[in-house]
Every structure is written in C-alpha cells, then in structure tokens.
C-alpha cells in the first residue's frame, strides 16, 4: 500500500457544511492509478462519513478529481469548533488515505 500524498497534492475548499476536496495527480501515470483506485468508497471510509454523501467528478481536462463530502463541516468552517478557521487541515488528513501500491514498472 502507499498513501495519497505519494501520487497528488491536494486542496480544500468550503460551502457551508460541504467539503470540496480536490485532488491533483504529480503525473498522467498517477491521475488513472487514481481514477481507478481512488473512489467515494475509500474516501468516506477514511473521513468516517456513509458513502451516500460523498460524490466524486472527474476532470479529464486537468487529470484531477473533485470529491464533495456533504455535512462534515460540523456547521461550517467558520461555526465548527473542531476545525481550523478553513478547514484546510483536511486537505492534510486526506493525503494520508491508503491506496494500492502503483506499479512504475511498466
């Protein structure tokens, strides 16, 4: 297994009580290892939230991803008590998801 932060960046972002979570592969090679392997059920499992409010939209023109999780801001950054004033450690917690092991081999 290797970790997200291995093969993207990522970046936050807030609507009110939504997380949006962008995901940006280093390299073509890591955008389809991610298209594959990095699903709304993997990240709802890592976030503790039901995959019912989770979705994910993929940008082929970019190589990126776009996840939106529903009701996980606890109000919305700037009320929750349990967040930093953005959010944006949670860009950080999602580098740490768990994926297969990409095989650079060829």
């Known amino acids: 297994m290797m970790i997200l932060d291995d093969l993207a ?7 009110g ?11 073509s090679a890591a955008f389809q290892h ?5 699903d709304c059920t993997t990240i709802a499992a890592h976030f503790h939230v039901s995959e019912k409010v ?3 939209e993929i940008v082929t023109s970019v190589e990126s991803m776009v996840f939106t999780i529903r009701g996980v801001l ?5 009320g ?8 944006k450690t949670l860009s950080y917690h999602a580098l740490n998801v768990y994926i297969p092991m990409l095989d650079l081999t060829g």
Do not use: C, E, F, W
Not at 9 to 15: F, L, P, S, V
Not at 17 to 27: G, S, Y
Not at 34 to 38: D, F, G, P
């Open 54 to 56: 989770v979705t994910r």
């Open 74 to 78: 606890g109000g919305g950054v700037t």
């Open 17 to 27: 009580d939504t997380l949006i979570l962008a995901v940006l592969p280093h390299n």
């Open 34 to 38: 991610l298209v594959q392997h990095l």
């Open 80 to 87: 929750s008590p349990v967040l930093d004033g953005h959010g």
């Open 9 to 15: 960046a990522t970046r936050t972002g807030d609507k």
